[in-house]
């Protein structure tokens, strides 16, 4: 094992990845217009890996804005197998505490309106991908793996609800999200995850809780944004501890 081009999608408060090597930057045209930004070949613990800022690497494109498609075919061009994707989330069920690490297991797409799908007709046969499990098993167990060597409060799977943003969600949604079954929110799961299953990619989720999700946290539920910013930071240095454990055993 170990061997498979792995490539890194960094989420909110991982725009660069902090013991990386850069070894060249990429510039990648692809049929779907420009991914976020180019993409940078690295040596991350003495391993190769590519990186890519999903939302540009002066955190700039909103996550209803991100060309996931761009970005998705960017990475298969350059021969890249293995994706594992980070973002923030707001924890919803309990225990889901800011600081914490998620590796979900499954998802509900509640997304509208954003470029989802690479078999988009034009003389195309219909194409249905099986998405059952939509997360690559394999790397999902590395991941729980990779966060237990690492030392850092983690759950080992969950459901991650997808929704538009930018804006964050009402409480009654997030009461809504739950009784639909989801752990996590975010924004910028889908249709990244479906969109590497379409292109074939083992692909997996390192979702970061940065703050309790609307009506959830502490008070009146109302969500503090400097919490977020101090999770982020936190959250990340702790996605980079697991990164670590994951190149250094794969
Ligand atoms: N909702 C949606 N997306 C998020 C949240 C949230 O509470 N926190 C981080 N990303």
Request: with cysteine.
């Amino acid at each position: 094992m170990g061997n498979r081009a792995i490539a890194i999608i960094g989420g909110s408060g991982l725009t660069r990845l902090e013991g990386l090597d850069i070894v060249r930057r990429e510039v990648v045209h692809t049929p779907y217009g420009e991914p976020s930004g180019p993409v940078t070949h690295g040596l991350l613990h003495g391993r190769e890996v590519v990186f890519l800022a999903r939302h540009g690497y002066g955190h700039t494109i909103p996550p209803h804005r991100v060309n996931y498609r761009a970005n998705i075919w960017a990475l298969k061009s350059l021969g890249v197998e293995e994706v594992v994707a980070v973002n923030s989330v707001g924890g919803i069920s309990e225990g889901l505490e800011p600081g914490t690490l998620a590796i979900p297991d499954q998802i509900v797409d509640y997304t509208w309106g954003r470029a989802h799908t690479f078999f988009d007709g034009d003389g195309a046969p219909v194409t249905h991908i099986e998405f059952t499990y939509p997360y690559c098993e394999t790397l999902r167990r590395r991941l729980v793996e990779a966060a237990r060597a690492a030392g850092v409060p983690f759950r080992e799977r969950g459901t991650y609800a997808a929704t538009q943003g930018p804006r964050l969600e009402t409480a009654a949604e997030i009461e809504r999200l739950a009784r639909d079954g989801c752990d996590m929110v975010g924004m910028t799961g889908m249709p990244e995850a479906a969109l590497a299953r379409e292109l074939e990619l083992c692909y997996a989720c390192c979702a970061v809780v940065v703050n309790r999700a609307a009506g959830r946290g502490p008070g009146d539920g109302r969500i503090a944004m400097e919490e977020i910013e101090r999770w982020l930071e936190e959250g990340m240095a702790r996605v980079r501890r697991l990164l670590q454990e994951l190149l250094a055993g794969s």
